[in-house]
């Protein structure tokens, strides 16, 4: 989920979205934490069943994460599933603890939730946090704007302890929202971001960044298991990765910027022909966009290419004709990544079947710049290693 100051996006165009502690407790041979994360519904479909969300909200509120211990060094959370292409977490904020579903987005680096001094509507269909229930809070003042596709929160600093799972963070800055737009009915609380200290407030430090940096994990390192069909077993690992999840080796790639989570892409193809990115461009991994985007001259051929008529902000294609269409494939870094027909098209609750592509991004860099989405990160397992500026690939089991 890309901040808009670069990347601009729709709701109909990204997810239902553009979303410690005594450390001394955390055993270094514990710091392999594993969180499952919630499949959650697209903003389309969450509009489209009015009430959801907010039902969803009253029926489970109660926490039921737990620790599952498999495996000594790993931390099972596990979570609920809305079977469709939004994931979410859980974690919690203050002392004592107040729980919310969060995005673990790679496409932003600052942590923020809804507060009790918000008055927007977003802010009643969501949790949201008690500074004065928390003896752990501390305040910053300081003013905060932050603007995504998903929308916009307005509100101010503060510090306090959160925890993921197992793993306690202290004094972690976050933003408190009193005031946000255009998150009526999304199916998150609020967002923690993944991507680099650049991209975050300046003068903050992210989370990843203070758990690395405090020795809370033993590795510089997390990684995205992203469940498809099944309602559970989505994962964020943090502190090492869970080779269980993926096949075959992974295949390293260098991060070209470290800002976002941004490589080098070689071609795109479809049929042995190339039809993006002639002759090499850029490509940023982002948890935090359900789709593949990429500039709109680009994204409109590739609609046509594969028959998908406009309707509304979406593109729809009969569902019958699904199986015929091309496998489109990534080639990144001398290696290949086949994108199927069954995973750039969905089905949608009425049984109409929509692309999964989207365009926009000639609006963040003058060149052509492609973000692989959860339709991508689905088929592929994918490592994020800040030790070495690089993101490591594999089939997903």
């Not at 929202?177 to 967002?191: R, T, Y």
């Not at 190339?274 to 994204?299: E, H, K, M, N, Y």
């Not at 086949?338 to 999964?356: D, E, H, M, T, V």
Request: glycine content about 8%; some cysteine.
């Amino acid at each position: 989920m890309l901040r808009a100051h670069s990347f601009l996006s729709t709701w109909t165009q990204k997810r239902s979205m553009k979303w410690l502690g005594i450390l001394g407790l955390v055993a270094l041979s514990e710091c392999l934490v594993i969180i499952p994360l919630t499949k959650m519904k697209t903003m389309r479909e969450t509009l489209r069943e009015k009430n959801l969300l907010t039902n969803f909200l009253l029926n489970n509120n109660d926490d039921r994460s737990q620790n599952v211990a498999h495996d000594p060094k790993l931390s099972l959370h596990p979570l609920r599933n809305y079977l469709d292409l939004a994931y979410v977490g859980n974690i919690s904020i203050g002392t004592p603890p107040q729980q919310f579903k969060v995005v673990f987005d790679t496409g932003s680096a600052d942590l923020w939730v809804p507060s009790t001094y918000c008055d927007s509507v977003p802010c009643y269909t969501h949790n949201v946090f008690n500074p004065h229930v928390s003896t752990t809070f501390r305040l910053s003042g300081m003013p905060v704007d932050l603007t995504y596709g998903s929308g916009r929160m307005v509100g101010f600093l503060g510090y306090d302890t959160v925890r993921i799972g197992k793993l306690v963070d202290v004094v972690q800055p976050f933003a408190l929202s009193k005031s946000q737009f255009g998150m009526e009915d999304a199916p998150f609380d609020g967002i923690l971001g993944l991507g680099y200290r650049s991209l975050a407030i300046q003068g903050t430090t992210p989370v990843f960044d203070n758990l690395k940096r405090r020795g809370v994990i033993s590795q510089p390192v997390f990684a995205f298991y992203l469940s498809t069909q099944k309602e559970n077993g989505s994962m964020l690992m943090l502190g090492g990765v869970d080779h269980r999840y993926h096949k075959g080796k992974l295949q390293w790639i260098p991060v070209s910027q470290p800002h976002y989570w941004q490589i080098t892409m070689n071609r795109i193809t479809m049929n042995g022909v190339v039809f993006g990115c002639f002759r090499g461009c850029q490509a940023i991994l982002d948890t935090g966009t359900s789709l593949v985007l990429g500039p709109s001259r680009l994204v409109t051929a590739i609609q046509m290419l594969i028959s998908a008529s406009p309707v509304g902000h979406e593109y729809a294609v009969s569902c019958s004709y699904v199986a015929r269409l091309p496998t489109i494939i990534f080639s990144i870094n001398g290696n290949d990544y086949p994108l199927p027909p069954q995973a750039y098209i969905r089905k949608n609750l009425r049984g109409q079947c929509f692309s999964n592509f989207g365009g926009g991004t000639e609006n963040m860099s003058h060149s052509e710049t492609w973000i692989l989405g959860d339709v991508f990160l689905r088929l592929y397992f994918s490592v994020y290693d800040r030790g070495n500026n690089r993101v490591g690939l594999a089939p997903a089991v």
